[in-house]
């Protein structure tokens, strides 16, 4: 009797776990897997899902599609679809973006350089590309013909000025005379009293104060600086010195309370719109000097111009200089900064560091001129 119980018995425990096992497997299933009561599959998906941008209008979803490609599959992507690029930050400022948005197809843009510029700052690079005409002057002239447009402040009636606080050059020239703070106060004076017309070409006794002639004479083989970038590049000065020496310069720049994209284009120079910390859209190994003056400065975060640093040495062909102007930080700050340059892989064909003293010596303010070169060899 005990032996048939204990086989018999064994066989009953299987078939109850057995049964309990999949009852338990069973509610799980639905306590876990079914909508609420009242709500629907889907609905139940966005809750635990939400979606990844607000509601923006009508305008946003038709630039950013995704696009089926007219002729299907296209090998160079290896997508059928276009997918216009928006950066992510721009879905960080959702309110400013909707503004951004909300126009009228077909028609006039709204005056709103600065909501734009603002987008850019807070990272949101590239814009969404809309589709209406941008505010413009209302009864512009002909520009002038190259060379005199080089050094010819170009008419009020070619701006339009809604975005700024001076409404003529002649306003932007005298703010020099104010103590209002305002980006190169001094840089849209083109007479021959003004300082930009002595810029990057009168020699100085500050070792910290390289001249144009002077770079271009350190590169081998001579002449062989042809094209270039001017980050910051101002009012144009720089690209323009460059542009009298056969070098052809693109400038990038921003428009801080100032025509500075209009005034450049006005003197024969190809004004890039864009911000710091965007990846150059230029291709790699391909520019012969990159110059930047004060905008790579220790307002940026370290990290961040790690990036650029990088992405400048990217740009630069092997063998091709880089330029950096006159680069601000305080005194405590010089192993940091010193460090992060010397860690890009850069080979010093100049190296100064001076102090800053127009504020006062109190305040330890220095500068950093350097003339690097992306070796000709190796550099990879």
């Known amino acids: 009797m005990e032996t048939k119980l204990h086989h018999r018995f064994p066989l009953r425990n299987h078939l109850f776990y057995i049964l309990l096992l999949i009852t338990s497997n069973l509610i799980t299933f639905y306590l876990f897997s079914s909508p609420p009561h009242g709500s629907s599959p889907s609905s139940s998906t966005l809750s635990v899902t939400p979606p990844t941008t607000p509601s923006f209008p009508s305008e946003y979803y038709a630039f950013t599609g995704p696009h089926k490609l007219p002729f299907g599959h296209n090998p160079n992507m290896d997508s059928s679809l276009l997918n216009p690029p928006l950066a992510q930050p721009c879905l960080l400022s959702g309110s400013l973006l909707t503004t951004f948005l909300s126009y009228n197809v077909n028609s006039s843009c709204p005056d709103d350089e600065p909501l734009s510029q603002k987008l850019l700052l807070r990272g949101c690079d590239p814009l969404p590309i809309r589709r209406c005409r941008p505010a413009s002057p209302k009864n512009p002239v002909p520009p002038l013909p190259y060379p005199d447009s080089l050094w010819t402040t170009p008419p009020d009636e070619n701006i339009h ?5 001076c409404k003529s050059f002649k ?3 005298d703010r020099i005379k104010t103590r209002s703070f305002d980006d190169c106060k001094d840089c849209f004076d083109l007479s021959a009293s003004g300082r930009e017309i002595k810029r990057w070409v009168t020699p100085s006794t500050n070792p910290l104060d ?5 770079v271009l004479s350190l590169a081998k083989p001579p002449n062989s600086i ?3 970038l001017d ?3 101002g009012s144009g000065t720089f690209a323009v010195r460059m542009r009298e020496r056969n070098v052809t310069m693109v400038a990038s720049t921003l428009n ?3 025509p500075f994209s209009n005034f450049i284009a006005s003197r024969g120079i190809i004004p890039l719109y864009t911000t710091v910390g965007k990846r150059l859209p230029i291709f790699d190994n391909t520019l012969d000097i990159v110059h930047s003056m004060h905008v790579l400065s220790n307002w940026i975060p370290t990290t961040v111009l790690h990036f ?3 992405d400048v040495y990217r740009v630069l062909r092997p063998g091709g200089l880089f330029w ?5 930080f305080v005194e405590g700050q010089m192993e940091e900064y010193v460090s992060v340059i010397e860690s890009v892989g850069f080979e010093k064909l100049k190296w100064e560091i001076g102090r800053k003293l127009d504020r006062g010596a109190e305040l330890k303010e220095m500068y950093i001129s350097a003339l690097l070169q992306k070796p000709l060899k190796n550099s990879w």
């Open 231 to 233: 980050l910051g590049g």
């Open 324 to 328: 950096l102007d006159h680069f601000f």
């Open 161 to 165: 000025w809604s975005a700024y606080t």
């Open 308 to 310: 650029v640093l990088f």
């Open 171 to 173: 306003c932007l020239v």
């Open 210 to 214: 390289f001249t144009i002639d002077e």
């Open 226 to 228: 042809r094209i270039g």
């Open 256 to 258: 801080l309370n100032g």
